[in-house]
């Protein structure tokens, strides 16, 4: 529950749940006239098929012509999100698919949770923004927000074999790379730091300025658990996309096939995670998870504050035990609790997972992660002091997390909620502590 308006940290504190799988698989196209359907099979966690079709809409910028277009942002032909959201609801589960859905969400109500899988081997299946999918008969908006839900993609990997189940490595074990490249003004400064704040004592490394040679070098010095890329994304003419490394007089191009095949000359085996902090880098996303476990890029154009607030959750999230899915829900929820002048950013995101579960295995206290000098209550404090430490610390933490983001901006340009919310943080945290006469 949470402590207050936009208070995030349900989405943090890891917590197990045996998730339902409703899992979509798009199949191919059979064109009809100037328009393209699929043929879809659904089914939920092991029970039988339900078949059915989906067929694009014209106004969302898909065409038999043109099998990648470009989705810029969440608006299409002057839709908004949430009208694009529902729309692509109701094209998928129609018919005998939406049979599928209900069924589903029977079952999510007793589990706790709910991934909706897209599944495709289409890449315009993939271009379009299925994290906006909204049920209109729901009034819990976007099923992506929903408590213990996840939208996720799948495209098929080049190996058959199944993705290896790897146990949790304990933080001190983790082993992170993180590259930046100085392309078009990009600050290198904040994803590293963001990086060694949520992975304390890990070993994680820093390379900036990266290139071709830098990034293949980087790689081949050990292996990773986490990839992180800073880069610019391109899109080509046809849909394709490539990443921009290097620094802006001395652009290099790096496209997917050369970032597979690097990686698969280092034999990364204990690769987990990839994450692509990258402008248009959901297709490059979508062909790398061929070959990567789990990989996350950015679908058209996503802000600079957006993707940072994305990333602050995310890492956090996961640094502190939570499986993939659910770190990304913490990013979701980090941009929406403490951005929300960036509108529909929350949905650029995209997550491709083959392997939820965790990558750092969970501290023994559950909340150690949430603020690093967390003080953990004395055996004998009662009760009532238990739960007022708690609830200064966690405040503590979100006034920190929206110092950070908001203390560079000018103080004329923050917007009123976001300074109502750093100031009646500021008044809790200081009632609490002299409440009990801790430390501020």
Known sequence: MPLYANDVSEYVAPRETRV???????????????????????????????????????DWGQGSDTPVQSMSNVYSGG????????????????????????????KSQSRGGLHVVIRSADLSVHALPWELLSDPMASTGPVALADGCSVIREYPRLSSDPVPVSEPVDIADLHVLVMTAAIGGLNEDNDPKILFESFPGADVEAVPHVGH???????????????????????GRQGQQSLMLGQTDIPETLTVSEFIDTLAAQHHK?????????????????????????????????????CLAFLRGFYRALGSGSSIDQAAASGRAQQIGFSQSLGEDW?????????????????????????????????????????AQFLLEMKRSNLRSLRDQWDQVDKGSTPRFIQDQIDALDHDVQEIADKGQGPT
């Open 20 to 58: 339902v799988r409703l899992v979509a698989e798009i199949g191919r196209s059979v064109s009809e006239r100037s328009r393209s359907r699929y043929l879809v099979e659904a089914r939920v966690d092991d029970g039988p098929p339900f078949t059915g079709q989906f067929t694009p809409s014209p």
């Open 79 to 106: 839709l908004t999100g949430s009208s694009l959201g529902t729309q692509l609801f109701t094209a998928l589960f129609s018919g005998g698919l939406s049979r599928c859905w209900a069924k589903a969400v029977e």
């Open 213 to 235: 040679e830098s990034l293949a070098r980087a790689l081949s010095e050990r292996g990773r658990h986490i990839v992180h890329l800073l880069a610019s994304g391109v899109r």
């Open 270 to 306: 204990d690769l987990r995670l990839v994450v692509l902090a990258a402008c248009d880098s959901d297709l490059f996303a979508a062909e790398l998870a061929r070959t990567v476990p789990n990989v996350i890029g950015m679908r058209g154009r996503i802000s600079d504050d957006g």
């Open 347 to 387: 949905a650029l995101p995209v997550l491709f997972l083959a392997s939820p579960t965790p990558i750092v295995r969970r501290a023994a206290s559950a909340t150690h992660e949430l603020a690093p000098e967390l003080v953990q209550p004395s055996p004998s404090d009662t009760l009532e002091e238990q739960t």
